[in-house]
């Protein structure tokens, strides 16, 4: 643990305890204190990452650490406006700052101990937090399910550490590949189940939709940080002996991926759909942790909590912004315009990985992944109705970026995390995920009966649970209950 670990959770447990004191100002959101010590914990973070850089030691580690204190920190001062007047505010505050809290202690303990104390602190905030969504119908259904799945997985964690400690005799996770191969198994399986349920993956997935009913600060905090510690938890763990984790979390995770990306296109709501975007990366972040490229599931990881946190916390303006769209008038997609795009970008990463070289690295079957999402969004530029000139200076800065993931990020992301699983998933496991990936999304694109069986699958997956409704006897004059999205009402 770093020396200013401790400093940063000392700055944090401020925090709970300033989101607790009275507020002396009238006008300001009851709780809203925690952000100057939260702000100062991310000052602290940040100084801990160039100290990590300069040492070169436990790089990923201080990233995360400062990840997680700066969004909570962003988040805070954007629920200090969202959640004036709202009587659960200071829960809010305090919370979320008790989840910073368990989630930066995970991320600096030393030994699996610590780490799963801080695991599952994290775990019992953010469930809190969940509940801070009111205490409608909705709420409570998404409290009771993440609190079921959520907890298997803290269990799963436990149980994993009293494995290792009797196995091994030490607490350390230095100690962790000397494990016996019975023990190994074992403690592999376990920890693969606490980072499925922390991801919100398959068969654990329940839980994640049923959060869409919890309110916009809470949903930015569980989709941009908490739910991306299962590649932390997994590159600790990456010690243990044994080929039952990787496969498990490979599997569970291309599940995942596949189906939560069909579902996401079924979605109307604007939430239910960033839910679905994030079962889905959260499936390919495991999907590359089977594979051993720890390196670049964290890099995803980070740039998939900063992207939806923004994302999350401008939800709110979707609505008005599908209004003006509806009276602006849309000329049809060329497909000339798509072909030209993808072409484009399709040239460009090819030229990238082979100058680079990024073909030759260990993760490399993942760029199939990465450059058939660059390929789509150039398609998707391309076809627009922008002018040309509109059109092709974003293709230009598309094919820039894809560029500069293919030869520079992804070939450095192992610099982040140089850790190499013990016995990793092989690659040919991920090509056929990408195969069956790809047909799935062609056969859901057409029309059919195999297309509408697929719509009808991933609707029933992506659909948040029902709350339970009191036993009545309908009748066709019976209204329907006014609480709740359309979704959840009788008719």
Known sequence: MSFLAPLTIAALLAAVVAALLPDVARRRTPGSLAVWPTGAATVVATVGLASALAADNDVAGAALSLLVVALTVVVQSYASRNLRGDPRARGFFALSSLAAVGTTTAIAAGDVVLLAAGWTLGTVSMIALIGTGGAGPQTRVAVSRSAVALLLGDAALWTAVIVAVASTGSVSLAALGSIDATSAAVVSALVAIAAIARAGAFPLHGWLPATAATTTPVSALLHAGFVNAGALLLLRYAAVPSVVGPWIVAAAGATTMIVATLAMLTRPDVKGRLVQSTAAQMGFLLLACGLGAFGVALVHAIGHALYKASLFLGAGSAVEHALKARGVAHPARSTTGAIVGAVIVLLTGIAAIAASGAWEHSAAVLLLFAG????????????????????????????????????????????????????????????????????????????????????????????PPLPPTASRIDTPWTPAPADGPLEYRRF
Not at 390 to 416: D, I, K, W
Not at 435 to 459: K, M, Q, T, V
């Open 372 to 463: 058939a999402t660059a390929v789509v969004a150039g398609a998707r530029i391309g076809a627009s109705s922008w002018w040309v000139a509109a059109r092709a200076a974003q293709l230009a800065g598309l094919a820039a970026l894809t560029a500069a993931y293919l030869a520079v990020v992804f070939p450095a992301a192992e610099a982040l995390a140089p850790a190499t699983a013990a016995d990793p998933v092989p690659a040919v496991f991920a090509v056929a995920v990408f195969i069956l990936a790809a047909a799935s999304g062609l056969a859901a694109r057409g029309s059919g009966p195999l297309a509408d069986r697929l719509f009808a699958f991933a609707f029933s997956w992506g659909r």
